[in-house]
């Protein structure tokens, strides 16, 4: 059964900060991780989504990377600004691309 | 270019009373997912439909829970005499229809907090 974990639960930086989000999955034979964002009150929004066969994939300030091996990915956010505050979702999709297992998520706040 | 629409936004029903919720995908999506986020857990996957189809509902819980994807109109996910354990937030997500589909992201809507009172 696959299970995903996510550390830090919370995360506190100032404006500013390049900061790594950690996600770890039990069973490496996955068929993509996607990254999500997800905002007080509301739905999530997809950020990243590496299939199993990639190493990493980059939008904007956001950098992720896949090691299957090692059942990681993390998350890097470049200069964070107060916008980025939200929930940080990892989500692996094990068998098949929709039935995605999810993270309890990194609370992050990023100070003004 | 609408996102996944899910309504109500906020539904309250007392014990034993129906709860109904519906999603519609984007536009150019024939892929429904429903997920469950119950509080302080991960999100949950219920069930995946196409139109008319019921394709996965592996994560459906087997009594009171039912989903449908007509062909007309929104999906629907169809909850029998609540209980207070069913509270939480109903998540709809969806996904296109081609030959790089399993390429695509999930696109998720805003939700419907179900709350049982």
């Known amino acids: 059964k696959q299970e995903v974990t996510q550390i830090p639960a919370a995360l506190s930086v100032p404006e500013g900060e390049n900061l790594v989000l950690n996600c770890s999955f039990t069973?490496?034979?996955?068929?993509?991780l996607q990254w999500f964002r997800q905002d007080p009150g509301k739905g999530l929004t997809s950020l990243l989504l590496?299939?199993?066969?990639?190493r990493e994939q980059t939008s904007g300030r956001l950098n992720a990377s896949l090691d299957k091996s090692s059942g990681r990915s993390t998350l890097y956010i470049a200069a964070s600004q107060p916008g980025d505050s939200a929930t940080y979702l990892c989500?692996?999709?094990?068998?098949?691309?929709?039935?995605?297992?999810f993270g309890k998520g990194t609370l992050l706040t990023v100070n003004p | 270019n609408a996102g996944v629409m899910q309504n109500p936004r906020h539904l309250v029903r007392r014990r034993g009373q129906e709860a109904r919720l519906r999603c519609s995908p984007m536009?150019?999506?024939?892929?429904v997912y429903w997920y469950r986020q119950l509080p302080e857990e991960g999100l949950k996957f219920m069930v995946y439909?196409?139109?008319?189809?019921?394709?996965?509902e592996s994560g459906m819980p087997k009594e009171r829970f039912s989903a449908e994807f007509p062909k007309e109109g929104p999906s629907i996910l169809r909850i029998q005499q609540v209980v207070r354990g069913d509270s939480a937030a109903y998540f709809c997500?969806?996904?296109?229809?081609?030959?790089?589909?399993?390429?695509?992201?999930?696109?998720f809507g805003n939700g419907t907090r179900l709350t049982v009172t």
């Open positions: 997500a969806s996904s296109r229809l081609d030959r790089s589909s399993y390429n695509s992201p999930l696109h």
């Open positions: 536009k150019g999506h024939s892929h």
């Open positions: 989500a692996v999709g094990t068998g098949s691309n929709y039935k995605l297992t």
């Open positions: 590496i299939q199993s066969s990639q």
């Open positions: 439909l196409q139109k008319e189809n019921i394709i996965d």
């Open positions: 069973d490496s034979a996955i068929y993509n």
